[in-house]
């Protein structure tokens, strides 16, 4: 198997990249690897739908009161 291991800046391991050819081929031995990836792709739960409406709703209401990425993270930064 040609595994690629992700590091983080410190060099602790953090992910492993697996071949999608090589993800297909353990899919089809393990048969629960199949179910854990159709659990993990369903759709947004009632209220993670319910968050990103009522955000949607207030930016349309009032489209012009938005912060840049970059205010917003002066903003967090002064705050702590």
């Given at each position: 198997m040609n595994l690629q291991f992700i590091h983080d800046n410190?060099?602790?391991t953090t992910g492993v990249f697996i071949p999608i050819e090589e993800w297909q081929s353990?899919?089809?031995r393990y048969a629960d690897l199949q179910k854990e990836e159709v659990v993990n792709t369903s759709e947004l739960s009632a209220?993670?739908?319910q968050i990103i409406d009522e955000r949607l709703n207030d930016y349309y209401q009032n489209p012009t009161a938005l912060s840049s990425f970059d205010d917003t993270l002066n903003d967090i930064e002064k705050s702590l």
């Open positions: 410190k060099g602790n353990l899919k089809e209220w993670q739908t």
